[in-house]
Structures are given as C-alpha cells and as structure tokens.
C-alpha cells in the first residue's frame, strides 16, 4: 500500500497510515455515499465550511442512521451528531443537497 501526499513508502504488514482522517462506525456497519450541506451563511465553494451527512447501515441492528460531520474537525473526531431511524434503508440511497426550495442544486452536486 502507498502513503498519501505523494509519499512512495510502503507499508508493512501492520503498520497503520496516520495520515488518513477516517471515522470507523463498526463491524458490520456499512457507509453510503455522503453529502457535502454548506453550513447556513457559509460560502459554498469552502468545502471546510460545511457538513458531512451520510447514511449508515447497521446490518446486525437493521436499522439506518444519518450521520453528521462537521467539516471543520477531523473525521476522526466522529460525528457531531446520530439520528437513527425507525428502520432500515437500502444501500444506495443517493441525493442531493438544495439550498432553496426551488431543487437547484448546491456546487457540491
């Protein structure tokens, strides 16, 4: 395995990438595909300036999630926020965030 920022070490068997910003929801937990919201106010083209929403699945619950990230913090930190559903949601689900109730789209989509 390569390291990033154009680093051409190699890892060994064990070794751990520090340099990776990631948040583990679990075993048996699976992420889709996540949406960038600008934060009210922010401008839209500073992707820091926003929030990370995404859908968990957890299989062994079998209930959905969304999980919210704030862009600002590492994602190691975790998410600022949890809200589970009553149920599950399909692998797959994709959207896009619109900031006026016209359904234009935001530059992130």
Not at 2 to 28: C, M, P, Q, Y
Not at 37 to 58: C, F, H, I, R, T
């Amino acid at each position: 395995l390569l390291v990033e920022d154009g680093d051409d070490s190699i890892l060994r068997k064990g070794e751990k990438n520090e340099k990776i910003d990631a948040w583990w929801f679990g075993t048996r937990s699976f992420a889709g595909e996540p949406l960038i919201v600008p934060k009210y106010g922010s401008d839209p083209s500073n992707e820091d300036a926003a929030y990370l929403l995404g859908m968990v699945q957890d299989s062994v619950k079998d209930k959905s999630a969304i999980a919210i990230f704030d862009l600002e913090k590492d994602l190691k930190c975790g998410p600022v926020s949890v809200m589970w559903l009553k149920s599950s949601i399909p692998h797959g689900l994709h959207g896009c965030f619109a900031q006026d109730g016209n359904g234009s789209s935001s530059v992130f989509c």
